[in-house]
């Protein structure tokens, strides 16, 4: 790398190294919806029965492909499918109930609830 002498730099390099980056993170308030709406969710999978809620968990938590989940599992594509799709099913008739879970929730704070 050159070295530029102090005398040849120009403003608009100055300027562009003196401004910070755009933070492209969530806000506070964002990252604590985004934890709360986790742990409700986490907690529904939790109440699914066993083989549903190992299949959500591997193919919804954990990333993994259907396939992948299968191999895993010992069972065939399309009995993880089903389990998916029923799993999904009781997961929406679950959290259909909570108001609002994909937008504001109002009245919480990161898991404590404000009075």
């Known amino acids: 790398m050159a070295d ?3 005398g040849k ?3 608009a390099s100055e300027t562009a190294l003196a ?3 755009p933070d492209s993170g969530l806000n506070p308030e964002e990252t604590c919806l ?8 986490v907690a529904a999978i939790n109440k699914l029965t066993p083989t549903l809620r190992t299949a959500m968990k591997l193919r919804a938590l954990r990333d993994l492909s259907t396939q992948e989940t299968a191999g895993i599992l010992g069972l065939s594509v399309g009995t993880v499918k089903a389990r998916l799709f029923h799993g999904r099913g009781k997961l929406r ?7 609002d879970l994909l937008g504001r929730m109002e009245n919480r704070h990161c898991g404590r609830v404000t009075r």
């Open 4 to 6: 530029v002498p102090l």
């Open 93 to 99: 008739a679950m959290l259909n109930g909570i108001p």
């Open 19 to 21: 401004l910070d980056p």
């Open 9 to 11: 730099q120009d403003v």
């Open 34 to 41: 985004q934890l709360e709406r986790k742990r409700i969710v």
